[in-house]
């Protein structure tokens, strides 16, 4: 793997106002490429709110925190295996009250092999699926 395909990054958080949606949304869309709950912390575990924790494996790479609409909104990017798991988010945002905010394609702009679907969350947060892989023929 090259150096600029290396993650440094841990985890984030998203600061979320309806928790209940939140997972609802979360839950569809990081299943389709391949995440699930991996932590639960409650308020009185942690002492001021609850979060719930999505990754693969043990490890939890996004944190959503019940502690209010969080402004400004932010921007996550996940990588994905497959073009057909940017489409398959895609379609799972739309189903579970995301809205749309790019279609799955290719954004030469970014990269020549960018293939990336964008989906506005329930509470604004531009989340995206991208893959750098060619589409899959089998």
């Excluded at 790019?102 to 893959?131: K, L, M, Q, S």
């Amino acid at each position: 793997m090259s150096g600029e395909l290396k993650l440094m990054l841990d985890h984030v958080s998203l600061s979320v106002a309806d928790m209940a949606n939140a997972r609802k949304f979360y839950s569809a869309v990081l299943s389709a490429i391949g995440m699930e709950v991996v932590g639960e912390v409650s308020a009185e575990q942690s002492g001021s709110v609850a979060y719930c924790g999505y990754g693969i494996g043990r490890k939890g790479q996004l944190w959503l925190a019940e502690n209010g609409q969080q402004t400004p909104v932010s921007h996550i990017c996940f990588r994905t295996a497959s073009r057909k798991a940017v489409r398959a988010f895609h379609t799972a945002g739309l189903a579970n009250g995301g809205t749309d905010n790019g279609a799955p394609g290719i954004r030469e702009i970014y990269h020549p092999e960018y293939y990336a679907a964008f989906v506005t969350d329930p509470e604004g947060h531009n989340i995206e699926a991208v893959c750098f892989e060619p589409e899959d023929e089998r």
